[in-house]
Nanobody
Framework: QVQLVESGGGLVQAGGSLRLSCAAS????????MGWFRQAPGKEREFVAG????????SYTDSVKGRFTISRDNAKNTVYLQMNRLKPEDTAVYYC???????????????????WGQGTQVTVSS
């Protein structure tokens, strides 16, 4: 059974940091583009960050550039999202996703991703 399990969410004050983890199991994800998306209450899910299969290429949405860093450890089948200088507008459920199509392109589109985690809540208080 293929699973992506996120962890590391929680409640933090504005300006604080959190590190999200996404542990993959059931297949090897080392060839996949991996992405993080988020969905705030009343809003559509949006792309946050993505990373190529070997970590050599990353992509971020403008609102998190310079604050968030995506990384991966293929030996552990795990992807991370380090979030610094958090803002109240970062409050959302964060989802990990995998694009299994042997691509070098980091898609920002939901439908490009085949596997999804259940999400982890991040709440940033002002």
């Amino acid at each position: 059974q293929v699973q992506l399990v996120e962890s590391g969410g929680g409640l933090v004050q504005a300006g604080g940091s959190l590190r999200l983890s996404c542990a993959a199991s059931g297949r090897t994800f080392s060839s996949d583009v991996m992405g993080w998306f988020r969905q705030a209450p009343g809003k559509e899910r949006e792309f946050v960050a993505g990373i190529s299969w070997n970590g050599g290429s990353t992509s971020y949405t403008d609102s998190v550039k310079g604050r968030f860093t995506i990384s991966r450890d293929n030996a552990k089948n795990t992807v991370y999202l380090q979030m610094n200088r958090l803002k109240p507008e970062d409050t959302a459920v964060y989802y990990c996703a995998a694009d299994r199509h042997w691509t070098v392109v980091i898609s920002t589109v939901e439908r490009s991703y085949d596997y999804w985690g259940q999400g982890t809540q991040v709440t940033v208080s002002s």
